[in-house]
């Protein structure tokens, strides 16, 4: 065994730390290992094992040992350890906290130490039962009823953690030893990720072949046992109309179904028990990752013939797979063209061969309808990793997939690090989508992990989207991805007819501010009428995002952040949408103590109340974050609209994002241009995905759609080419203007962020490292700043920034290396100095 071993540790410092291998342990690379580090022990992953002793310069430092092994086998693997390493290398990022971001592990080092009571333990406590004391003890009457209490509280039990043990019976940390000692209980330490996940009930329909097995004896004299002998599929007859219902909806369903899900149809609950004991169905509990989403049991994802596009998709997708070697595909479908579809049937394929997919979705919970059809087509074949989950959930999940239980993953961002095993595809849905960006060290992009990864293991990987980014649609056109298109919507439905309301003239005409253009309303009202349903989007949260005092002209500002704070009305307060920080509504200006305080501004809170005046008979919903605390209520209000019992859903890009509601027929959009004012270079591109996705949610059942979108900006390239549908268009023109002003895809961008809750270091600092950028050759590469960042102050600290800019992303990289040694030798903590690599944030 090698004497030393370099481990990652999950701290801010861009070195790895070495450590003796005491005698007998065998850590392994890629394992983790548990260290001590600053009066701390710690986790980390073995890097390297080997015999160089480490240059003890500072002669009093001793190396220490690791403590603990905590693998035998590696918990990442080379390619996973190799992507990590990338990883680190690109975006400047410690190696130690990109492997704990790659391993959802953390749960596990929360150990939880039990107790259980031993044989020992039982014949102490029966025989203190008898003679009300042990013999000849040393111990005080006291701590002899603790112990008593202890051994009686675990007699009953199977297995106690200490913090409830310690609770229920007082005893102390040294007495519990000293029984540990005699050997009446004994320690555990487990890992918190064992503990088994909720259970969820499930009914599974059975297979013929299944049923004979789980027939129960015959339950009347006319019952035959082989009743259940019909070929598969075929559902013995003598049915009543409530088990056939049953029956139908399980199979609809792909078989199996959460016993919950089934309380929704009209059928009494008594019919489930009858369908069990005729052995039709078997109920079982599953961990409840394996449930199907609640959303009423869906037609199978293949129900329908592929369109002559989707199978070319098809084909060129497996095509890619079966030649084993790395291949980039875009997969540009417009909205309603069926992408989905084709991302399953290409995921179905890998599986039967036996081999991996991963899928990668911006949020999981926004879209239940791909999780039921993933449960449908795959089982518990599929892994799905939501932002729902806990902990130990995930690192269950973890397991699975590593043991190869589940080789179809489905999840967010971290869901590209799946452990699978002979992967062939990863799929980034909507790879526009900025929650591909993590906002926290690692500073990761998933879709261009995935492209690295892919690349690693000679797998595929298809990026598909209707609005693909500048960068991805770029790399199409340089060959570097292959282009494939779905240029129709399913069933030839047209795209819905866009009309733009120039709010300008709407306020010229009207005299009025006005939130809901006439036209934009008179249009509501006819759909209403014809009983077709209506979406109207507003990008933004709350009732008013701006309090304003009409006296000095102030704001009402966050505590910690250069906001403004915006107005809850329902929920009766101040919030700050940056940092979460709440405040009361303010009855005079905080500046100059005037009454004259104004709440200016709509949120979709306040459009909710609006069109509630204006429509007084409709039923309408909202979706946003103030109303959806998790999958559930989001899944709630889908539903209500899928069944009609909605008229209107109102909402924020929540609503934007891939639902396939077939009576939506309008869709009004109000204010989706506001991010055209801001100073990111990404504005226009975001605003047309926005525009586009929205309109995407109009006319997907048989009637067409129509798509109202008020703008203040009627010009601008981004709302016209997206009224157009012109695809294309956009891309050239936002083509040009990257290649002018030099920004991605023309050029590798960085944002430098130095951050203080002091001003006076925010601003040293980024004037120490100014000069020192100022004089350092960096030919080819362009530096702006440091300027105060746009929002000045966030969650208490200032920041300034500086942007990076170059062609050569070789240069930029080894310049910000340079710069972070700087900061480090001037004592600048490394935590303030945030270097973000192809930054998509950049306010
Ligand atoms: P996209 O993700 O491209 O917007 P979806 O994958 O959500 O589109 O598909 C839109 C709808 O069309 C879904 O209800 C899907 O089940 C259905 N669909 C997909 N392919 C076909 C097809 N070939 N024929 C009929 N319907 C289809
Ligand atoms: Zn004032
Ligand atoms: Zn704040």
């Known amino acids: 065994m090698p004497q030393f071993s370099d481990v990652a540790l999950p701290v801010p410092l861009d070195m790895v730390f070495t450590y003796a291998i005491p005698e007998g342990m065998e850590p392994v690379v890629g394992g983790r290992v548990l260290v001590p580090f600053r009066q701390q022990r710690m986790s980390g992953i073995v890097v390297e094992l080997h015999d160089r002793p480490p240059q003890e310069n500072a002669s009093h430092i001793k190396i220490k040992k690791v403590l603990e092994a905590l693998d035998l086998a590696p918990a990442l693997d080379e390619h996973l350890l190799k992507l990590g390493k990338w990883i680190a290398d690109y975006y400047l990022a410690p190696v130690g906290e990109v492997f704990r971001t790659m391993l959802p592990l953390s749960a596990e080092f929360k150990r939880a130490v039990t107790y259980r009571i031993t044989e020992e333990g039982r014949m102490a406590l029966h025989l203190a039962g008898m003679s009300g004391s042990p013999a000849r003890s040393k111990r005080t009457p006291d701590q002899q009823l603790i112990e008593f209490r202890v051994l009686d509280y675990l007699a009953e039990r199977e297995s106690v953690r200490e913090g409830s043990l310690r609770a229920a019976t007082r005893v102390g940390k040294a007495l519990l030893g000293g ?15 064992r503990h088994s996940a909720r259970l969820v009930r499930v009914a599974v329909l059975l297979r013929a072949e299944e049923r004979l097995e789980a027939s129960p004896p015959p339950d009347g004299p006319e019952t035959r046992p082989h009743l259940n002998l019909a070929p598969a599929g075929v559902v013995p007859k003598k049915l009543n109309d409530n088990q056939r219902a049953l029956i139908d909806t399980l199979a609809a369903a792909g078989g199996r179904v959460p016993v919950d899900a089934l309380r929704n149809l009209e059928v009494p609950h008594s019919t489930l028990g009858t369908l069990v004991r005729r052995g039709l169905v078997r109920l079982v509990d599953e961990p409840q990752e394996f449930t199907a989403s609640k959303l009423k049991p869906r037609p199978s994802p293949f129900d329908f013939e592929f369109s002559t596009a989707q199978k070319e998709a098809l084909r060129k997708i497996g095509a890619a797979v079966a030649a084993r070697k790395f291949s980039g595909l875009l997969l540009h479908g417009i909205t309603g063209s069926g992408k989905t579809a084709v991302y399953l049937a290409c995921m179905r394929q890998v599986l039967d061969e036996g081999r991996s997919s991963i899928l990668l979705v911006p949020e999981i919970g926004l879209t239940p309808a791909v999780a039921a059809d993933l449960h449908q087509v795959f089982g518990d074949e599929v892994a799905i990793l939501h932002s729902g989950l806990s902990n130990a959930e995930r690192a269950e999940q973890w397991h699975r997939i590593r043991r190869g239980e589940a080789r179809v993953v489905a999840g967010t961002r971290s869901a590209v690090f799946a452990p699978v095993r002979d992967l062939a595809l990863i799929i980034v849905d909507e790879e526009q989508d900025s929650s591909y960006k993590q906002e926290e060290t690692p500073r990761y992009h998933a879709r261009d992990v995935a492209v690295m990864r892919a690349k690693m293991a000679d797998a595929v990987v298809v990026l598909g989207s209707a609005t693909p980014s500048l960068e991805s649609y770029y790399n199409a056109r340089k060959n570097k991805y292959r282009l494939i298109e779905l240029p129709d919507r399913v069933e030839k439905r047209p795209l819905p007819e866009v009309e733009i309301v120039d709010m300008r003239l709407e306020f010229q005409e009207t005299g009025q501010e006005q939130v809901i253009s006439r036209k934009l309303a008179a249009e509501i009202r006819e759909r209403l009428e014809k009983k077709e349903q209506v979406m109207v989007l507003l990008n933004r949260r709350g009732y008013s995002p701006v309090v304003l005092c009409r006296a000095c002209g102030k704001t009402l500002q966050c505590e910690n952040c250069a906001v403004s704070m915006t107005h809850h009305k329902r929920e009766h307060k101040m919030e700050c949408h940056y940092c979460g920080y709440v405040a009361r509504i303010p009855e005079k200006c905080a500046h100059c103590g005037s009454e004259y305080v ?20 409709a039923r309408i919903g909202r979706l946003d974050r ?22 209107m859903l109102v909402g924020t890009q929540m609503i934007a994002k891939g639902h396939d509601i077939h009576g939506v027929t309008l869709v009004g959009v109000i204010g989706a241009d506001m991010a055209l004012g801001l100073p990111d270079f990404r504005a226009a591109e975001r605003t047309f995905q926005l525009l586009t996705q929205v309109a995407g949610r109009a006319g997907r059942g048989n009637s067409p759609g129509k798509v109202i979108l008020q703008t203040y900006f009627q010009d601008h390239y981004a709302v016209q080419f997206a009224a157009q549908h012109d695809f294309a268009g956009f891309y050239e023109k936002e083509l040009q203007f990257r290649a002018w002003m030099h920004y991605p895809p023309y050029s590798a961008i960085a944002n430098v962020l130095i951050r203080s809750e002091k001003l006076e270091e925010a601003l040293t600092w980024s004037g120490e490292l100014g000069r020192w950028l100022e004089k350092t050759r960096h030919e080819g590469i362009r530096v702006l700043g440091p300027a105060a960042a746009p929002i000045t102050r966030l969650k208490r600290d200032y920041r300034y920034h500086f942007i990076l800019k170059s062609p050569s992303r070789e240069k930029m990289n080894a310049l910000l290396r340079a710069m972070l040694a700087e900061a480090a030798a001037r004592k600048i903590p490394r935590t303030q100095v945030i270097v973000d690599v192809d930054a998509v944030w950049l306010m």
């Not at 050997?183 to 330490?189: A, L, M, P, Q, S």
């Not at 709630?636 to 069944?643: D, F, G, T, V, Y």
């Open 626 to 647: 103030d109303t959806v605390r998790g999958r559930e209520d989001f899944e709630h209000a889908l539903n209500a609209l899928n069944e009609g019992r909605l008229d």
């Open 179 to 193: 029984m540990v000692r005699k050997k009446w209980v004994v320690r555990e330490d487990v890992s918190a990720a």
């Open 598 to 617: 104004y709440f200016v501004g709509t949120g979709s809170e306040k459009l909710e109340e609006l069109l509630h005046g204006m429509f007084p008979q």
